[in-house]
């Protein structure tokens, strides 16, 4: 399956912006999927996860009432909605399909977008 993420650009502190994955090669109703993003100098870091029939959502602490993830499979993508803005939340976004293992680590996923860059200005 390719995953391709957009949506994302430059914004300000306390804007919203939404991310989409969508996917094409296979139909992307038959997994769950993660988000992740990795800031400049740092680690990839888990974002959030949701499962195939959208009954369940993960979240890091950091982005846990902020960040919204959704998916309309009808469509093959998942988004990421994310209010409130963080400089801290400046980073390269990731989607990427779940295989097996905890949810929150990269190892848990196996095919992966090529990301979308979002900045946050103060």
């Known amino acids: 399956v390719q995953l391709q993420a957009s949506g994302g650009g430059l914004v300000q502190a306390g804007d919203s912006l939404r991310l989409s994955c969508e996917a094409s090669?296979?139909?992307?109703?038959?997994?769950?999927m993660g988000w992740f993003r990795q800031a400049p100098g740092k680690e990839r870091e888990f974002v959030g996860y949701?499962?195939?029939?959208?009954?369940?959502?993960y979240y890091a602490d950091s982005v846990k009432g902020r960040f919204t993830i959704s998916r309309d499979n009808a469509k093959n993508t998942v988004y990421l909605q994310m209010n409130s803005l963080k400089p801290e939340d400046t980073a390269v976004y990731y989607c990427?399909?779940?295989?097996?293992?905890?949810?929150?680590?990269?190892?848990?996923?196996?095919?992966w977008g090529q990301g979308t860059l979002v900045t946050v200005s103060s």
């Open positions: 990427a399909t779940y295989n097996s293992g905890s949810v929150y680590y990269m190892r848990s996923y196996n095919y």
């Open positions: 090669g296979r139909t992307l109703s038959n997994y769950n």
């Open positions: 949701i499962g195939f029939r959208s009954r369940n959502t």
